[in-house]
């Protein structure tokens, strides 16, 4: 499972041996005499070569152990701390304006002198700003989802049609027209309220002077109704336009300092991990940053906190604070890339400090701030992104002392000896059972193991090992220290180590364990890297591995002779 990457590539290559094994079975048929043959039969019950470059991809580790030939095993773990779009960089708020005209005296003698029926042409022109926050100063914007809402409220005793025109603002390359009617009724004031689908529509702001706004012209046609009309007599305007969604922005879209996430990155490695001392030699975090759109971005951690961790917890400044502007795409379809390194070199306290402790959590606070050199040309689409991945980096340098590990595998003793009903032996032919484990190790690491023995209720029948103290049954290979550790052979295995390991199961420890039905092996090792009580370094690589081989010698009361 892959929460238990670092066991199974420092020590578990014994219980994987044993829950992997391929027996053979040997059938003693009756009748058969073969004279001067001692009643004594060996049974290999498994064999395993363990590489752990074999390993990696036989365990389906391959996206979280970086495995190249000669070089140092590492475990990784990438996780997306933020992610912002468009949406998260430009906001357009609703945008709305009044506006009123009020008939003169002059006005009014005009219309006055018309008979009903006539139509009396009037103008009136207006903007609508667009009241960004962060000093854009925008080209143009196609819009996705959009509405533009007009409400008129009429004192003139005269029904009224009204042709606004929108230059900016184009719908199929053609200019926005939109036409309604007030009637009046033989009251006053007269109210409308008109809305028009603007979606898919461009907002075009490149005319010069323009700064962000709208320009709406206003025709209104008067149809006289034979009654009076006064000066004061008006026209009250309230237009807005919304947009829940954009498409693209184009031009300088400001500098957005609202940038602020904070995010937490699960180290699995570290989940149910147990082991007295474990020290990472050369950890780093590793900082992806894709940029997809055209506006570059000032980001940093103002902290990296660990809130399982008692001793260093909380990073601060150094490189959290010293990551590179992220670079702008050059184009639509561009991606640009600024990548930053965090590792013992550029913190304080040091990242081995914090990681030593074996978090599982890592918080990250982040802010930033976009276009921090000032005005430049951007450009954003619905698509575009600015991604930042972080990559754990721990490299399998350095040590770890008491690491423990257990693990349940289910048995059937009787007949996995061959003593069942239905076997070829039963407990009255057998005087006494040897199990042998040959491990010729070239792991920089020993394992101690015990085997308990449990029935149907996770009841402890037996050990393997006599006492309650687990046994080394796996002794650590030769590690190279006498090299400088900047040599790459420091801490490295050069020679395997063998440890033959005899246990002896009598006939009675057999009896109790058929008659009490075992039905689970639960394996327990304790497993810790070379020399680390004296704090020595090792270095896994590829290449290393164990050779393990289990085989029983079984001895009868059978006389086979006769």
């Not at 209104?220 to 922005?249: K, P, Q």
């Not at 890339?337 to 982040?366: C, F, K, Q, W």
């Amino acid at each position: 499972m892959r929460k238990h990457h670092l066991s199974i590539l420092i020590a578990l290559c014994f219980s994987i041996g044993i829950s992997s094994c391929v027996k053979d079975e040997f059938t003693l048929n009756e009748g058969v005499s073969v004279t001067g043959l001692d009643p004594t039969f060996a049974i290999p019950l498994a064999h395993a070569d363990l590489g752990l470059e074999q390993l990696v991809p036989a365990l389906d580790l391959e996206e979280t152990v970086y495995s190249e030939s000669g070089q140092i095993l590492a475990i990784t773990f990438t996780q997306t701390l933020f992610e912002l779009g468009l949406q998260d960089l430009l906001e357009i708020p609703s945008q709305e304006v009044q506006e009123s005209y009020v008939a003169d005296l002059f006005t009014a003698a005009i219309i006055n002198t018309g008979l009903e029926g006539d139509q009396i042409p009037l103008t009136q022109s207006f903007s609508l700003p667009f009241d960004f926050e962060n000093g854009e100063i925008l080209d143009s914007i196609l819009l996705q989802d959009a509405t533009l809402d007009i409400r008129v409220v009429s004192t003139f005793k005269h029904d009224l049609n009204v042709n606004m025109n929108i230059p900016e603002l184009t719908q199929n390359g053609s200019t926005f027209e939109g036409e309604f009617d007030l009637d009046y009724q033989g009251s006053v004031p007269v109210e409308g309220e008109f809305s028009f689908d603007i979606s898919e529509s461009k907002l075009d702001f490149t005319a010069p002077g323009n700064g962000n706004a709208l320009n709406i012209i206003a025709d209104f046609i008067i149809s006289h109704s034979g009654e009076f009309t006064n000066a004061g007599d008006s026209l009250y305007f309230e237009l807005s336009v919304s947009s829940n969604s954009i498409h693209s922005a184009y031009g300088y879209l400001g500098q957005y300092e609202g940038i602020a996430e904070i995010d937490t990155q699960r180290v699995d490695i570290f989940n149910q991990f147990d082991a007295d001392e474990l020290y990472f030699e050369d950890p780093a975090i590793e900082l992806l940053i894709s940029n997809s759109t055209g506006i570059p971005l000032e980001v940093n951690f103002s902290s990296l906190f660990a809130p399982e961790n008692s001793g260093t917890s909380l990073i601060t400044g150094g490189a959290l604070e010293d990551i590179p502007v992220v670079g702008a795409a050059q184009f639509l379809g561009d991606i640009a890339y600024t990548t930053h390194r965090i590792d013992n070199s550029n913190t304080s306290p040091l990242l081995s400090d914090m990681l030593n402790e074996g978090p599982v959590n890592l918080i990250y606070t982040a802010a930033g701030i976009t276009n921090p050199e000032g005005f430049q040309y951007n450009f954003i689409e619905d698509t575009s992104k600015i991604r930042c991945d972080a990559t754990v980096i721990l490299p399998l340098s350095g040590y770890v002392d008491g690491y423990h590990f257990n693990d349940t595998l289910s048995v059937d003793i009787a007949t996995d000896l061959g003593l069942s009903e239905d076997g070829p032996l039963n407990l009255d032919d057998v005087y006494r059972l040897t199990l042998r484990i040959i491990a010729d190790n070239g792991l920089p690491a020993q394992a101690n193991v015990q085997l308990v023995f449990m029935d149907e209720n996770y009841q402890a029948l037996d050990s393997l090992f006599n006492s309650t103290a687990s046994q080394m049954v796996i002794a650590p290979g030769l590690v190279n220290a006498s090299l400088a550790p900047s040599d790459p052979g420091y801490g490295r295995v050069v020679s395997r180590t063998r440890a033959i390991t005899d246990v002896e199961l009598t006939v009675e420890r057999l009896e109790n364990l058929i008659d009490g039905d075992v039905k689970f092996l639960v394996i327990k090792i304790v497993s810790g890297t070379t020399f680390a009580l004296q704090d020595q370094v090792i270095r896994l690589y590829p290449e290393d591995g164990v050779e393990i081989q289990l085989s029983a010698k079984l001895e009868t009361r059978i006389d086979i002779t006769e």
